[in-house]
């Protein structure tokens, strides 16, 4: 099977154990919101992760899809609750939870969630690394809320530079990306090694992407993207764009744009296009692509010490595929 | 040494616990907030239930200290994530944390407490049942948030009855109760039996002490119960009294007075004695102690099948004063 083989069959896998796992109970109103967010849930990145990283480290793949799920529904647990905090209207083009019902609705619906994903863990009678996989799962859960925290604070600062926009990114989006690795290389019975290697990997690839998030936001066929070009100048989000920008920037017009945006945190959208300009003006594109280029790089460096199987070959293309975006 | 000394003593032990756990960490924007609910916790029953009936059965209860931390935190979780939804000022004489600080702050703080919680349960490799205690916890999360959904939409409907209004408080408030004992219990390496008996007193404890809220809330000595009488008169709420009051009313003055309390949503301050003369005529009060008095009387009566030690004399004793509220 080629990647993309592998890829969609560990996916039509995951999607069917979502289907069945998440609930058809009673109260309706709690289950039917759960239902909602699982589904079209895109391209399941992390439970694929964990997935083939237990094939990686020579187990067997399927024994971890139920971990997989479990990241999943942490991760939507995660959306859900940001969705309220950010205020967001949208998600994947459909209305955020707290819009279609409400914010009460949305605030248990993510608690409920995170019992779901728990109870999806092995327990020590199923598997003898259980332990370690639920460490994991609750590091993760902790850490996701200091990320959300940090970002949080993060857009009320006037000034931030790279150490601080690394640090939040690393805990909101990079390390989720690890767990997911870092769980179904325990799955597979990995070796220390092998397990310190994914998780190198995985973490490269969640800081690799997060910036690449960034990057996309201003430069992405909108088409493809779906997303609305620039909402996060908009937004007033401090994307690594904003930050370069700040170190680059040095004429007054530059400057001066640069503070209008942070001091109203975020520029109407007749503005983009100045902004876009701007980047451009300062080659800040360039150095988020390179960044991106060397965050991959990075990652691809600690492949030598994995096995030479079909699953490591899958992470290999899709880590270029992503590098790329293509999927 | 008697009762309340005991009491004293688990309770300072919990305490120094709550103390030395909760995080002093950054971001202080999540661990602060984190701090300031488990501080001044009140009676800290539910922990107390754990500890001691880790003792029932024969086991040491200080062993069962971590895990009791666990359910107050759990059960501090959802109180931080209930007061948004109810949007509540006050809990305990102090401002709720979305009042302090924000919504968004008072999600995350809510969430991360989650994680801390499941952090305190044994691994297996600490203790033999950890993946039965693990379990009854995720239960214990589940149903506290379907408890709360059906909270929500109990309230939301024009009309209830005894049945529904058990299942929601059996869910909402008297599981975690229950769950409290269970977790002691196995701690305790408990046997079926005995679990069994600690788990229908901690039901029935927990569904009297919710009506005995409900009671309170109109008959209680403002100074010594600390709440402002009638609340949930004003909140609209539908409580025991309520429920009771609906089915019990038979003249066109009560009747109305009911309908305007649930058209309403609620009724103003100055006609909350008008609700207190109704629950009086109709004999509501007389009808919620006698449910209380019933509930107790029940969980006394699976006293039989526990080992007689000071533990068991204390349960008993504290469920004797509770039917009085006295602590």
């Keep these: 099977m080629d990647y993309k083989e592998i890829y969609s069959y560990y996916l039509s896998l ?7 796992y998440v609930p058809q109970l009673e109260p309706e109103r709690l289950y039917e919101p759960f239902r909602y967010i699982m589904k079209e849930g895109g391209k399941r990145l992390r439970p694929i992760l964990t997935v083939i990283s237990a094939g990686i480290v020579g187990g067997n793949p399927e024994k971890a899809i139920d971990c997989g799920v ?21 998600r994947r083009g459909r209305q955020t939870i707290h819009e279609k019902w409400d914010s009460a609705t949305a605030i248990l619906t993510g608690d409920v969630m995170i019992g779901y994903a728990y109870r999806l863990l092995p327990n020590s009678a199923e598997h003898q690394r259980a332990d370690a996989i639920r460490a994991i799962f609750t590091n993760e859960l902790i850490e996701v ?5 940090l970002d949080m604070m993060f857009n009320q600062k006037k000034e931030v530079d790279k150490s601080e926009y690394f640090q939040m990114i690393d805990k909101k989006t990079a390390r989720l990306i690890e767990s997911s690795a ?27 992407f997060q910036i690449q998030d960034d990057l996309l936001d201003m430069t992405a066929n909108q088409n493809n993207f779906g997303k609305k070009l620039g909402k996060d100048i908009v937004e007033g989000k401090k994307t690594f764009l904003i930050i370069t920008a700040q170190q680059k920037a040095e004429s007054m017009t530059d400057k001066k744009l640069l503070e209008e945006f942070i001091d109203n945190n975020g520029l109407p959208e007749n503005k983009i296009m100045d902004m876009d300009d701007l980047f451009k003006r300062n080659g800040v594109y360039d150095i988020a692509q390179k960044e991106i280029d060397f965050l991959f790089d990075s990652a691809k460096k600690s492949f030598n010490v994995l096995k030479k199987n079909q699953y490591t070959e899958m992470l290999l293309r899709m880590l270029e595929s992503m590098n790329k975006r293509v999927i």
Tied chains: 1, 2.
């Excluded at 995951?14 to 069945?20: G, N, P, V």
């Excluded at 809320?145 to 925290?149: A, H, I, L, M, S």
């Excluded at 870092?182 to 994914?198: M, Q």
């Design 14 to 20: 995951i999607e069917k154990r979502i289907a069945e």
């Design 145 to 149: 809320c200091e990320g959300q925290v």
């Design 182 to 208: 870092l769980i179904g290389a325990h799955i597979g019975l990995g070796s220390d090694n092998e397990i310190n290697a994914l998780k190198h990997i995985a973490r490269y690839i969640g800081l690799a």
């Design 70 to 90: 479990a990241i999943e529904i942490l991760h939507n647990f995660t959306l859900v609750h940001d969705d309220i905090m950010d205020n967001s209207p949208l």
